[in-house]
Structures are given as C-alpha cells and as structure tokens.
C-alpha cells in the first residue's frame, strides 16, 4: 500500500475547485448530482482509509482486542508513519462518528419539529400557518407538504405565489432534501468536502428555481418572486423548523435567473470549463475508490498471511 493509502485523505482538497467549476458551468440538475456522487464517494473512501490506518496502527498497543499476528511487522510496514497515525487516526475515527450521529440526529428532529407544527391542519399538500414571521419551505416525508406562512403569501403577488409553490414542488419532486443530507454528512466525514456541501446547497436551489421557471413561462417573475421572498423572509428570525429550506445565495440567483437558460442536454466538452469540472470530480472519485480498494485488498491478503502463519 504504502503511501498510496493516504490518497483518499488528500484528494478532497479538489472539492473546492470542482465546486467552483460545476455551480458555474454545469446545469443545476447535472451539478448536484454529479458534486453529491463525488461527495459521497471521497467520504466513504476517506473514512475507510482512516479505519484501515487504526487497524493496523494500534494492532501493536498494548489491550488492543485485535489478534497478536495483526501487529506482525510485514502488515505494519503496509502503513507509513503507522504508529504516529494509527493513534490519531483513533480520535479522527471518533469525531467523525459523533458529527455523523448529530447530524442525522439533527435532521430527525428539525423534520419532527415542521411535523409537529402542522398537527391539527388539514392533510392536503399546502399547508398554511397563521404566522407573521414570512417564510416557505417544502417538508418532505410521505408525499411532502409545502409550508408557507400568512405573512409570506401577504407580501407576494398571485403570480408570485404560483412561482413559489412551483419552487417549493420542484424540491419535493426531485427530493433534494436527500441531496443536501448526503452532501452534509460528506462534509462532516472530511472537513475538505465542505466546499461540496454549499455548492449542493446552491445547485438544489438553482435547480428549483429552474423547474419553476419553465412551469410558470416567465424566468423574470421566477426571479421577482425568489428576491422578494428573500428579502421579506430576511427581515425576521426563521423557525427552527424553516432549517429545512435553505434559500441560497439569491443575488446569484437571481442574475442566473436573469439571464439565459443552462444548456441541460449532453456531457460537456473537456475543453471547456464544464467539462473540465465533470473530468476532475469524476476522476478524483475514482482515483479515491480504486486507492480504497487497493489498500483494503492489499491489507486483507498480508492479514490473511498473518494469521496462516
């Protein structure tokens, strides 16, 4: 394995260029699935990585559960500085299970608080809240509800409201609160991923406001309608619950909005920026998985030799 093992703990820093690049070039619909795939697939092979290094790292200390043959030298020379980084890998180990758990635990109970807050209402697909904080927001689970309070359908126009539950509908429809799930627990896998987590983020919105553009006919309202709803939602403290609709950056947003429609069709070029962003997140994903897979093979056959010996 050698120095090949520590492969997928380099390869996230691309994150960032490669958001870059994809939010810029990239249809929405294409850049969030193609940075949550990568984003997923560098967190897997970062995290296996780290728990190959813990394996054979501590295999040596003394009270490791671990079999004796696991500490043999031939398996420990299959990780360089093996000492020094399987005792830290132990820590990372555990910092990234915590932030794992918190985070779907932290995702549960936002779901159960929006839940809570519509109990009692009627079960149609658009509920909405006597409230005077302006918000929206889609509430998966089941079919999804759109969430919308009084305050917020005060401050639009009828049009205005039919681009915001378009919006709302598009986020159901393609369920990116799934999306934003997996890119945040990439994040919390590897703190380079986070890059990845915002471009996610913005892509969902784009995408949205995208299919909500082409429902109502008019991308110029679709834009009027996401920056008034940005700056009236603005103006008051979001409920907790609100946490599931991120709204973005909506100056850029808006200008997406105002300008002309993302090319949907085809793989981009590699010579153009686009495709240069698809060949980089593409090729690091791949890079990453076969380096996991080569040392969890590798450390598999000299563990066997170990233990036959």
């Known amino acids: 394995m050698g120095l090949f093992v520590l492969l997928p703990l380099v390869l996230p820093v691309t994150a960032w260029p490669i958001a870059r ?17 990568v984003g997923a697939v ?12 813990a394996v054979v790292g501590t295999a040596a200390v003394p009270g490791n559960p671990l079999p004796d043959s696991w500490s043999d030298p031939e398996v420990r020379a299959a990780v360089p500085f093996d000492d020094v980084m399987g005792r830290a890998s132990i820590p990372a180990l555990v910092a990234v299970a915590c932030a794992v758990v918190f985070t779907l635990w932290r995702h549960r109970r936002v779901r159960r608080e929006a839940e809570r807050a519509l109990a009692g209402l009627p079960a149609s697909s658009v509920a909405v ?7 929206a927001y889609a509430l998966p689970g089941g079919r999804g509800r759109v969430v919308v309070s009084t305050a917020m359908l005060a401050c639009l126009t009828g049009r205005e409201r039919r681009a ?13 609160h799934r999306f934003l799930l997996v890119a945040q627990l990439a994040a919390r896998a590897h703190p380079f991923l986070r890059p990845l987590r915002t471009a996610v983020a913005y892509g969902a919105e784009r995408w949205a406001d995208e299919e909500a553009a082409q429902l109502v006919g008019d991308r110029r309202l679709m834009a009027r309608a996401v920056g008034r709803a940005a700056l009236v939602g603005a103006a008051t403290p979001t409920p907790t619950f609100a946490a599931l609709a991120a709204p973005g950056p909506v100056p850029r947003r808006v200008a997406a909005l105002l300008g002309p429609v993302p090319p949907a069709a085809g793989w981009p070029p590699a010579y153009t920026p686009a495709g240069l962003a698809a060949w980089i997140a593409a090729g690091g994903a791949a890079v990453s998985a076969l380096s996991s897979l ?16």
Not at 42 to 53: D, G, K, Q, R
Not at 129 to 135: F, Q, R, S
Not at 297 to 308: D, E
């Open 21 to 37: 690049l994809a939010e810029q070039h990239l249809h929405p619909r294409r850049a969030t699935w193609l940075l949550t795939g």
């Open 42 to 53: 560098l967190a897997l092979c970062s995290t296996l990585c780290v728990a190959l290094i």
């Open 129 to 135: 809240l006597p409230d005077e904080a302006p918000y």
């Open 164 to 176: 915001l539950f378009a919006h709302e509908r598009a986020h159901l429809a393609h369920r990116h």
């Open 294 to 309: 080569n040392a969890a093979v590798a450390l598999t056959v000299i563990l066997r030799a170990a233990l036959a010996a």
